[in-house]
C-alpha cells in the first residue's frame, strides 16, 4: 500500500502543477502535457478504486461500475468543450473514444490475455460482446440514416437537431433495458475472493476525489488543447479523435490490459467492453441532450468517413469477439484499423 500512496502523492503534485500552469498563464504545451499527465494518473486512481469496490461484487457489476467511472474525464471533455465552442472537439473526441476503446485498447488486451493463456487463445462469456455490438449498431443504425439524409438533401436532413434529440432518447431507454437486465447477470455468480487492499470507505473517498480532479483537470486539458494543437500543426479532428480520446480513456488502457495480462478474460472484456457500449448507447446520447444548455448543440450528424468507420467498427467487434474468444491475431487486427483511421483522420 506504500507504492500506491506515494503514487496517489505523485498524481497530486502533478495535478496542482498542472493548476498552477493554467492559473498561472504557462505555455499551451507545458500546460496540456501536465493535464495529459495528471488525467492519466487521476485514471489509474479510478481504475485502482473501481477495482477495490469490485472486489465486493461480480464481474457486471465491475465492469459497469469501473467504464462509468473511468469515462468522468471524458464526460467533462465534452462538456468543456462544447461550453468553449469547440464542437469539432467535442464531436470527434466522443466517436474518437468509440474507436480508441474497440479497437486500440481492445486490441491491447486481446494480445495481453492472449500471451497469459496456455494455448493462445483469449476466451471470455460471449453474451456481453454480442450486446456490445447490438448496442453498436443501433447507434450506427441512428448515425447512419442522419448521414444518408444529409447527403441526399431530403426533408429529414432540415430537422437534423429534432432526430437527434428523439434518437437520443430511444437509445437512453434502450441502454437503461440492457443495464438492468445485465446487471442481474451477476446474481447467480459469487463475488471475488481476493482480499480487497483497502477498505470500502477509503475506495469510495478515492473515486470521489478523482473524479473531482478528473473534471478540473479536463477543463484545463481542453482549454490548452487547441493553441497546442495549433502551434504543433495537429489537426484539430486528429486531435479530438486520437489525443483527447486516448487521455480520456487512460483508464480502460491501464486497466483492461492488466487484467488481462492477471488471466481475468471476463472483467477485462466488461472493462472494455461496457465502456463502447456505455459511450455509444449513453454517453453520446446524453451529451447531445445535456448540449441543447449550449449556444453550439451536439447532434449525430457525423463526417461520411466516420460514418463508415463506425458502423465496420460495429460489424469488426461482431466478427472478433461475438463467438467469446479472440486470438492475437485478431487483436493486432483491431490496432491495425485504428491506425490507419488515426492516419486518415490526420490528414483530413
Not at 462509468?68 to 466517436?95: D, K, M, Y
Request: aromatic share 8%; proline share 3%.
Amino acid at each position: 500500500m506504500r507504492i500506491i500512496w506515494t503514487f496517489v502523492g505523485l498524481v497530486a503534485l502533478v495535478t496542482a502543477a498542472a493548476g498552477a500552469a493554467h492559473y498561472g498563464g504557462a505555455p499551451a504545451l507545458l500546460t496540456c502535457a501536465l493535464a495529459t499527465v495528471a488525467l492519466a494518473g487521476l485514471a489509474w486512481i479510478v481504475s485502482f478504486a473501481t477495482e477495490q469496490v469490485g472486489e465486493r461484487f461480480g464481474p457486471a457489476v465491475t465492469g459497469v461500475l469501473q467504464s462509468t467511472l473511468g469515462n468522468l474525464p471524458e464526460f467533462f471533455i465534452v462538456i468543456f468543450a462544447l461550453s468553449a465552442g469547440e464542437i469539432v472537439v467535442a464531436r470527434t473526441s466522443i466517436i474518437g473514444s468509440i474507436f480508441a476503446n474497440a479497437l486500440l485498447v481492445l486490441g491491447l488486451v486481446i494480445i495481453a490475455g492472449c500471451s497469459s493463456s496456455a494455448d493462445g487463445v483469449m476466451r471470455f462469456q460471449a453474451r456481453l460482446p454480442k450486446d456490445n455490438a447490438t448496442l453498436m449498431l443501433l447507434a450506427s443504425f441512428l448515425i447512419v440514416i442522419l448521414g444518408i439524409s444529409a447527403a441526399s438533401g431530403d426533408r429529414a436532413s432540415g430537422h437534423v437537431e429534432a432526430i437527434s434529440i428523439v434518437g437520443a432518447i430511444a437509445l437512453l431507454v434502450t441502454y437503461g433495458v440492457w443495464l438492468a437486465d445485465y446487471l442481474r447477470s451477476d446474481r447467480p455468480q459469487e463475488p471475488s475472493q481476493a482480499t480487497p487492499r483497502t477498505s470500502f470507505a477509503v475506495a469510495v473517498v478515492l473515486l470521489g476525489v478523482a473524479g473531482v480532479g478528473a473534471a478540473f483537470v479536463s477543463d484545463w486539458f481542453v482549454t490548452a488543447l487547441t493553441p497546442a494543437m495549433a502551434r504543433i500543426g495537429v489537426p484539430k479532428a486528429f486531435a479530438g479523435l486520437v489525443i483527447v480520446a486516448i487521455a480520456g480513456n487512460a483508464v480502460e488502457n491501464t486497466a483492461g490490459v492488466v487484467l488481462a495480462l492477471k488471466g481475468q478474460s471476463d472483467l477485462a472484456i466488461s472493462v472494455v467492453k461496457n465502456s463502447v457500449a456505455q459511450i455509444a448507447a449513453f454517453l453520446f446520447p446524453a451529451l447531445v441532450l445535456t448540449s441543447l444548455l449550449f449556444a453550439t448543440p451536439l447532434t449525430f450528424a457525423l463526417a461520411p468517413v466516420y460514418i463508415g468507420a463506425l458502423l465496420l467498427t460495429a460489424l469488426a467487434l461482431w466478427q472478433i469477439t461475438g463467438d467469446g474468444e479472440a486470438t492475437r491475431f485478431e487483436g493486432v487486427a483491431l490496432i491495425a484499423l485504428y491506425v490507419i483511421l488515426a492516419v486518415l483522420t490526420f490528414f483530413e
